[in-house]
């Protein structure tokens, strides 16, 4: 909207309203608001002045008291906010951001904690009941298998791992690669 | 002879599932959180494009040839850093351990860097983004001071994150909220390593190719973003003259081989857990590559983010200023605009030269905003969250954003958790019986104990300390013994049989240079410049200090003496166990026998360990 003879009448009214509540007394008249020095980007000078006092204007700590408190309501017969509408040497008082009664990381944080142990236990157990299980089938094997142990590592009456480790030599023909026996 | 009822070498170890997952752990390992927050850096710095040079240079002619011996000499020895050395020669067994103690050490403050990543991607699910707004001071009139002369999310990182001292000798308590994050951490680690690579070749498909999403997510709205143009073309403009500049091709270099997670032993156990006959050579080429490509991949988004981030900030500041000028010229509103400023000021300026004077306005420039780079830590929790704030949808941005920087870290933390623990389940301080779990849970206990001093206020100085001295030297120490000790000591005639038994083809005359004398010349160089320009200027901090004059700059403090000694004993622990370890083994060699070969007899090479 453009601001025009209609939008200042409306200023002055609203600055006598706040006058009105802040101070309790229904003299402040919308005359007793004044403008001056009005520009093009609309700002503009304002005193209050005091009827019953002959003419003095009333104190700016006062003024600006009284607009403190009604900011608000200033603000919304305008349609502007506190950066739109500024008062110079009045700062507004910000409202706080917002707080849940239970942070919320707090929240994520157990989400994800429950997760982690659910996960830890479960492979825990399940290594557990592995173990078990080929505790119970290896003495089942031990049994059999010691007899066929016995004799299938033995060449010449010596253990295969020896003859490895003796410096002796490899003979090309008989074992030249692995690839000679089937890979499993 | 009897034909074999198993396969030669079944021996009870564990293996990979697969080749893809094998591959896709040494990747893990390798692109961790420098390639995302370090090289786009040093691009910046060094002159952009031409950076890739120096950069190219080494990866050819150091990252890959030690990458390859590495991968070779666990999979020839199929043991863990500790047990591959020691079987080399007992003199060596010092490189083991020195890689075991590094692990160590790295994993303890690589584990925290993630709680903090943690930590704010359990804050992400707020609206408000927390880092987004400053909290209001006791009298609600304006915003706690703090927080006001730096920026909102200075302020989360600094004050409700790390809860920071300015000074390190004030350790301050215990941040329970990083306490809780650091035990989750642990215990995410315990989860996917708790039987080595049988639980980590599972969780790895994820963390390994989890963040390449997200990159590529990144990727398509970051070039969507006003001004991510202007980013990358500071990014990739080169300029040349820098490569004049020595410290461009030592931070090359140092880049390579840090990135490549090298000298950790955790490649080493990596590769020992693969069958023997495995081309280890076309897997080193292919790590080291897509390890440079992920690098050069991540550095489009990132710098895509951070011209968006400079754009809108020279905007802020244009904006500010115009409304100074409306404020003071009592202009009608609109009648400035960010594109016609510049020509108002001057018109401005020439008809009312001492007005303009009195606004001080600040200058804005949108090359200086280009030029404030940062990395590391700065650069995931301050620049890219305060640009994250700006997107539409933020919160789902720094979900997926810290989501992938957990991956990233997680995948690399598998790598230095398998260098620990390989080499203590060989040691056999253990019996058989025990099972594995218990022994990654001791590991993992004890280490998120010893990291709880990282949750204290100091700990940020404390991480910073363990990265540059811990993480950095030793392991130019230690990757120089490896490759004089396989080439020189082991022989490069042995070797280079050995790894032609393993992949069936020769060993080329590339591999025969760069091993025998190019890369140890690199490290030896390499080594030199890094300790000559760390002495050159005494051990200092930026400390965040609210009081300081300067505020919000960081203030300038040197480390205390006591501190000092711990940054030696940081660098010197691992080193030292090197000529330890050899000293020990010539004593116990000289009284038991006469005997001071270096290595064990002829017969031993890379087919015989059937064992």
């Known amino acids: 909207y453009a601001w025009d003879a209609n939008e200042e009448y409306l200023f002055k009214a609203m600055v006598a309203f706040a006058m009105r509540r802040y101070s309790s007394k229904s003299t402040t008249q919308i005359s007793n608001v004044l403008l001056c020095n009005v520009t093009d980007r609309v700002s503009f000078w304002f005193v209050v002045t005091d009827s019953s006092k002959n003419v003095t204007t009333v104190p700016g700590s006062v003024v600006e008291a009284a607009i403190r408190m009604n900011r608000n309501r200033i603000n919304s017969a305008f349609l502007l906010s506190d950066k739109t509408l500024q008062f110079l040497k009045i700062t507004s008082t910000l409202s706080p951001p917002v707080e849940p009664s239970t942070p919320v990381w707090l929240i994520v944080f157990g989400v994800v904690l429950c997760l982690i142990v659910a996960g830890i236990v479960f492979l825990i157990v399940s290594g557990i009941q592995k173990h078990k299980k080929k505790n119970k089938e290896s003495t089942e094997r031990e049994n059999l298998e010691e007899k066929v142990e016995v004799t299938v590592t033995l060449e010449n009456g010596l253990p295969c791992e020896v003859l490895d480790l003796k410096a002796g030599h490899i003979n090309g023909v008989f074992a030249a690669d692995d690839e000679r026996f089937t890979s499993l | ?611």
Request: a neutral charge; aromatic letters at 14%; hydrophobic letters at 45%.
């Open chain 2, 1 to 611: 002879l009897s034909a074999a009822p198993e396969t030669p070498k079944e021996d009870g170890r564990p293996k990979w599932d697969n080749k893809f997952q094998y591959i896709l752990s040494c990747i893990g390992f390798a692109v961790g959180l420098g390639n995302v927050w370090r090289f786009p850096y040093l691009c910046q710095i060094h002159g952009g494009g031409a950076f890739l040079i120096p950069y190219f240079i080494a990866l050819v002619f150091e990252g890959i040839p030690l990458l390859h011996l590495e991968l070779a000499l666990g999979q020839c020895l199929r043991k863990g850093s500790i047990g591959a050395w020691n079987t080399i020669s007992p003199y060596l067994g010092g490189v083991g351990v020195g890689s075991w103690v590094v692990s160590i050490l790295v994993s303890l403050y690589y584990n925290t860097v993630l709680t903090w990543v943690m930590w704010y991607f359990i804050n992400s699910f707020q609206e408000p983004l927390p880092w987004s707004v400053c909290p209001l001071n006791e009298n609600r009139t304006g915003f706690d001071k703090e927080c006001y002369e730096s920026t909102a999310v200075n302020y989360f990182w600094y004050r409700k994150t790390l809860n920071i001292t300015p000074d390190i000798a004030e350790s301050g308590t215990l941040q329970w909220w990083l306490i809780l994050c650091l035990a989750t951490c642990w215990a995410i680690v315990y989860l996917c390593t708790i039987r080595g690579i049988e639980t980590t070749g599972k969780a790895i498909y994820v963390t390994a190719i989890f963040p390449y999403l997200v990159l590529t997510i990144f990727l398509i709205q970051g070039l969507t973003l006003p001004g991510a143009t202007d980013g990358l073309v500071y990014l990739f403009t080169p300029n040349l003259n820098t490569l004049k500049n020595p410290r461009v091709w030592l931070d090359a270099a140092t880049q390579i081989f840090f990135s490549l997670s090298l000298a950790f032993g955790g490649l080493i156990a990596f590769s020992s857990y693969n069958p023997q006959k495995n081309d280890c050579e076309k897997d080193a080429v292919t790590v080291a590559t897509v390890n440079s490509m992920t690098s050069l991949y991540a550095s489009i988004p990132v710098f895509s983010v951070l011209g968006f981030k400079a754009t809108t900030a020279y905007w802020d500041c244009l904006d500010r200023n115009i409304i100074s000028v409306i404020n003071e010229f009592d202009l009608p509103e609109k009648s400035i605009m960010r594109q016609n400023y510049t020509s108002w000021i001057s018109f401005l300026n020439s008809s009312h030269p001492e007005k303009i004077a009195g606004l001080k306005l600040k200058s804005c420039d949108l090359q200086e905003f280009l030029d404030q780079s940062v990395s590391g830590t700065g650069l995931a929790f301050i620049v890219f969250t305060q640009a994250i704030i700006l997107m539409p949808g933020s919160q789902a941005w720094a979900i997926l954003f810290f989501i992938m920087l957990f991956s990233l870290g997680l995948s690399s933390m598998f790598g230095n958790i398998e260098g620990v623990f390989t080499p203590l389940l060989e040691l056999q301080i253990v019996s058989k019986s025990t099972p594995k779990e218990l022994l990654s849970g001791i590991i993992c206990l004890i280490s998120f104990l010893i990291a709880l001093c990282f949750t204290l206020r100091s700990g940020s100085y404390w991480i910073d300390i363990f990265d540059r001295y811990a993480g950095s030297v030793p392991l130019l120490v230690i990757a120089f013994f490896e490759v004089i000790g396989v080439v020189y000591v082991y022989k490069i005639k042995r070797f280079s049989k050995d790894v032609k038994w393993m992949t069936g083809r020769k060993l080329n005359l590339y591999w025969q240079i760069t091993w025998r004398f190019i890369s140890p010349l690199l490290l030896l160089i390499v080594f030199m410049a890094f300790i000559t320009l760390q002495m050159l200027k005494p051990p200092s901090y930026a400390a965040w200090n609210p009081k300081y004059e300067g505020f919000p700059m960081k203030e300038e403090k040197v480390y205390p003496p006591w501190v000092q000694a711990i940054c030696v004993l940081l660098a010197a622990l691992p080193c030292v166990c090197v000529p330890l370890v050899a000293l020990f083994h010539l004593i116990k060699q000289k009284r038991r026998s006469k005997d001071t070969s270096l290595v064990s007899p002829e017969v031993f090479s890379c087919q015989g360990t059937n064992s």
